[in-house]
């Protein structure tokens, strides 16, 4: 029988986590104001990666190490925690507050394809055939 590669494993649990988030986080929000319930998924995924770390270091399983940051780094490094840190998780779970799960589903399912167009347009990457047959397939698959 042939094993499953960790790495396969690790995004098949990482994809099933990000599905049952927003149902989850639906259901807190009838109890819990969106931006204390935002804070509460940033500070999970904290704690979470924080074990990982500490995994990591005891049996020295890393696989590579960081680049350092430059100065010209720092710009862009605050930009993104500002707008993908914080505003992002807020602005989520207020839409998730106000819209219809089944909305809210189509609409983060879009986020894939959404980010693909945003870097191939805004930031010029490169995307091979392969990348763009997949954009249509996911788009499609809603």
Known sequence: MK????????????????????????????????VL?????YLGSGLGLLVVMVIQAVTSARSHMEAMLDKHDVP????ATLAGGIAAPIALM????????????LLLNFEGTATVLLAA???????????????????LAR
Not at 11 to 34: D, M, N, Q, R, Y
Not at 37 to 41: N, Q
Not at 94 to 105: D, F, I, N, Q
């Open 3 to 34: 094993t499953i590669d960790t790495s396969v494993m690790n995004a098949l649990i990482s994809a099933c986590l990000f599905g049952i988030s927003a149902p989850l986080a639906k259901v807190f929000l009838a109890e819990i104001e969106p």
């Open 37 to 41: 319930m935002a804070s509460f998924l």
């Open 76 to 79: 862009w490094l605050l930009g």
């Open 94 to 105: 207020l839409g998730l507050k106000h819209t219809p799960a089944a909305t809210a589903s």
């Open 121 to 139: 347009i805004v930031f010029r990457e490169a995307m091979s055939p392969r990348i763009w047959t997949a954009v249509v397939l996911v788009t």
